[in-house]
């Protein structure tokens, strides 16, 4: 069965770091791109960053420009977000997702909220 | 950045109906669009790719048209699992950009 699973979400204060990690399942990672997504509450979706199948590119959208940085272990069959100088409008539940340009596999999401 | 915009942002009907939601980019995206359906606490889940393709196990009730800038997608007789809200995507190049949603509620 095919699976992504995020963890790492959690509560920080303004400008502190969080690392948020997908681990797949059922399928090897190698293969594909991988994108991070965002959902503020009660918003739309926000995509953040994505990955190529070997990592060699990464793209990012202005909002995180500078501050997030998407990285993969292929041997760990995980993908990884490493958000620094968090801001409030930050706060969102994360999702990550497969495939270089669509997306079809998504994990459940992992909630970020940064408040003082 | 392209933009993605959808329209209408709240759509009301019935069980039963024929409804199409319709996504302009901002500029030629060729055929470079996706649709996702999310529920309320869910992930988005993939229903349409390269504006017309749909994805296995997607029923056939949904459809999707168009290219370089105008886009649909269309539910042909609503069932009450597709209450939900819907978002297109680009993806013509690597900065990938939604439309803001369309809440599809019972009338």
């Known amino acids: 069965q095919v699976e992504l699973v995020e963890s790492g979400g959690g509560v920080v204060q303004p400008g502190e770091s969080l690392r948020l990690s997908c681990e797949a399942s059922g399928f090897i990672i190698s293969a594909f791109g991988m994108h991070w997504v965002r959902q503020a509450p009660g918003k739309g979706l926000e995509w953040v960053a994505f990955?190529?199948?070997?990592?060699?590119?990464?793209y990012y959208a202005d909002a995180v420009k500078g501050r997030f940085t998407i990285s993969r272990d292929n041997s760990k069959n995980t993908l990884y977000l490493q958000m620094n100088s968090l801001r409030s409008e930050d706060t969102a539940v994360y999702y990550c997702a497969i495939r270089d340009f669509y997306m079809d596999v998504w994990g459940n999401g992992t909630t970020v909220t940064v408040s003082s | 950045d392209i933009q993605m915009t959808q329209s209408p942002s709240t759509l009301s009907a019935s069980v039963g109906d024929r409804v199409t939601i319709t996504c302009r980019a901002s500029q030629g995206i060729s055929t470079w669009l996706a649709w996702y359906q999310q529920k309320p606490g869910k992930a988005p889940k993939l229903l349409i790719f390269?504006?017309?393709t749909l994805e296995s196990g997607v029923p056939s009730r949904f459809s999707g048209s168009g290219s370089g800038t105008e886009f649909s997608l269309t539910i042909s007789s609503l069932q009450p699992d597709d209450f939900a809200t819907y978002y297109c995507q680009q993806y013509n190049d690597y900065v990938i950009t939604f439309g803001q949603g369309t809440r599809l509620e019972m009338k």
């Open positions: 990955i190529g199948s070997d990592g060699s590119e990464t």
């Open positions: 390269k504006a017309s």
